[in-house]
């Protein structure tokens, strides 16, 4: 099964800046759509963002204009560059497919805090 492995994760401060990467197993990751997911403290996951295989992009609104996902094809890597953060986008930040398989890694942990 594929495997994700999330880094990039730490504690900045508001305004600061972030870049996200996510390597996963494989050898169909050309193939796959791929998202980047978040959960905060006694929230549920949710997407930020979406990329498609030919690299077509798609953000939930709270991001948009902040937030930009990319990936390597070469590297079996998609990254998030988070620009402008908020203390809202503290979260654990998670890659999978879209839609989401059912097993996901540990995750990056973000914290956006003065």
């Known amino acids: 099964q594929v495997q994700f492995v999330e880094s990039g994760g730490d504690l900045v401060q508001p305004g600061g800046s972030l870049r996200l990467s996510c390597t996963a197993s494989?050898?169909?990751?050309?193939?796959?759509?791929m998202g980047w997911y978040r959960q905060a403290p006694g929230a549920q996951r949710e997407l930020v963002a979406r990329i498609t295989n030919l690299g077509t992009t798609l953000y939930v609104d709270s991001v948009k204009g902040r937030f930009t996902i990319s990936r390597d094809n070469a590297q079996n890597t998609v990254y998030l560059q988070m620009n402008s953060l908020k203390p809202e986008d503290t979260a654990v930040y998670h890659c999978?497919?879209?839609?989401?398989?059912?097993?996901w890694g540990q995750g990056t942990q973000v914290t956006v805090s003065p």
């Open positions: 494989g050898s169909d990751f050309k193939f796959y759509v």
């Open positions: 999978n497919l879209f839609p989401a398989l059912s097993h």
